[in-house]
């Protein structure tokens, strides 16, 4: 885990690793959220990449009645 400062502006250098690991390119957008007392970021990704993004998830639970 690294530590990042925060500028004048408010804004932070996101650090190296964490860039390569999700394969963040500059100009790219990321959305923001306040969750549970801290800061998460993200990134939004263009449709062709989501594209089997939930393979092998489980959906075998039981539906309510009127969404099948």
């Given at each position: 885990?690294?530590?990042?400062?925060?500028?004048?502006k408010f804004q932070v250098v996101i650090p190296h690793e964490a860039r390569?690991?999700?394969?963040?390119?500059?100009?790219?957008?990321?959305?923001?959220?306040?969750?549970?007392?801290?800061?998460?970021?993200?990134?939004?990704?263009?449709?062709?990449?989501?594209?089997?993004?939930?393979?092998?998830?489980?959906?075998?639970?039981?539906?309510?009645?009127?969404?099948?």
């Open positions: 885990m690294e530590t990042v400062k925060i500028s004048s390569e690991s999700l394969r963040l390119r500059p100009g790219q957008r990321v959305r923001v959220f306040v969750y549970d007392g801290r800061l998460e970021f993200i990134p939004i990704l263009p449709m062709k990449e989501m594209r089997g993004f939930a393979r092998g998830m489980d959906s075998s639970f039981e539906r309510e009645k009127d969404r099948y």
